[in-house]
């Protein structure tokens, strides 16, 4: 990396904003957005793209959500403080996706933290669904763009959280290796050194994370070790009016 | 660190909020506030403490600290964007106060992100100031109080910013090896990483740092690498009645 002095010899940012709420702060000259939720919401979309579905509306509320219960065609998934709402048959597992047949579904969506970032950012440029699943398909497009590109992180009810941030700074990490890329901002440092610390043990500084987070992880073990296991998926879910679809990277990139 | 499971076995928790912003959602349960802004506002609180001074005064504004410009037995400082307002003879710089005798002084003093950390915190049960400049001097009291302690990172302009952080993740090393501490929270983990990932270079964690402030280093090198040298005093700042004043160190922990 190399951004100091008179002259900028990058074409554009890669930023990193750790919470939801600093967003504004961020936005601005950014192209395109990333929204993060690695335990789980962003995971779950990519598994659901994966096992077919058509589309996922993102809602605020539980109650938009159940509007939807029962109704054909669709599948209504809530989930508050880690636990599927009472009333819903989904949450926000990844796993409750995979190896279903899922076409012509439309999954509709409320989650804690990532809904409401992708809600927060939904008139961005371009806003994409990133994890640790979809970890080099996504990279190698955001490479692709003439873009800066905004790493939201969802983060845990309105705090920084550990896993959102160590996924940014794997993704900022490769978007500089490619040479198209700089930072400004001293977030985006800081992630890239969360990164460098939790990349050779993804499941290690989830370990030596706070009593919340390791609760968490036992009782969800299986769930957590699918969301850090990278690059299962090569989809990329990308909003349009309101609605996550299924990217055609064929056609986007060439 | 050992806080899993049922059992906790610490007695007290030390947390980092990375941003002022952010310290509603911390100050709950938190007895001891630590103020951090390392470049260059605490840093330079510090130094004047060393050099004699009674008694700091933050504050909010520059008209509030203009007032006291040429007004016998105090010194006005003003400090916005790293430079000094026009119309003051001190801004934040630690340097301007070394090698002075400013015995019986008070100090005004307003800048861009520190006082106002201190401001916004001025209501927790007890406020210090915490710099590079009194490390051990500050983590050697805070073990000795039986309190829980919250490192308030000072930021840039409400964002994250790299060298308070890692300030905070040391104090944090430090207050953890006491076997007294643990932590619930995310960010102070990361703070953590951090730290480790910088401890052996202070300033070479800000050479790979964004542009603004390698600017800034280059320009302010002598007062950078005085705010990153640890232990130059065994002064602690403590606010009382909204005024900083040299802590009694002896009779507290007696």
């Given amino acids: 990396m190399s951004n100091g002095g008179s002259e900028v010899d990058y074409k554009h940012r890669v930023e990193v904003c750790f919470i939801p709420g600093q967003y504004p702060l961020y936005a601005p000259e950014m192209g395109i957005v990333v929204v993060i939720d690695v335990l789980r919401a962003t ?99 955001l490479i692709e763009q003439n873009e800066n590109v905004l790493l939201l992180c969802s983060g845990w009810k309105d705090k920084f959280n550990l896993e959102d941030s160590v996924f940014a700074g794997a993704v900022l990490d490769r978007l500089l290796a490619s040479g198209k890329f700089g930072v400004e901002e001293d977030s985006s440092i800081a992630a890239k050194y969360m990164y460098m610390s939790a990349r050779d043990n993804y499941m290690g500084i989830l370990k030596a994370a706070p009593r919340r987070r390791r609760i968490e992880q036992l009782k969800l073990n299986a769930d957590v070790k699918f969301c850090l296991t990278p690059d299962q998926s090569t989809v990329i879910p990308v909003l349009r009016n309101g609605e996550l679809v299924k990217m055609d990277t064929c056609s986007s990139t060439s």
């Avoid at 998934?77 to 926000?92: D, K, L």
């Avoid at 996706?97 to 440029?125: C, E, F, P, S, W």
């Fill in 43 to 141: 995971s779950a979309m990519v598994a659901a793209f994966d096992s077919g579905v058509d589309r996922i509306i993102p809602v605020s509320t539980v109650e938009e959500a159940s509007q939807y219960i029962g109704r054909p065609g669709y599948i209504a998934a809530a989930e508050r403080n880690a636990e599927v709402v009472p009333g819903f048959s989904y949450g926000n597992s990844p796993l409750a996706y995979v190896g279903q047949d899922l076409r012509g579904k439309t999954i509709v969506m409320t989650t804690t933290n990532g809904t409401k970032a992708i809600n927060l950012a939904h008139d961005a440029k371009q806003l994409v669904i990133g994890s640790f699943l979809n970890l080099t398909a996504l990279c190698d497009w």
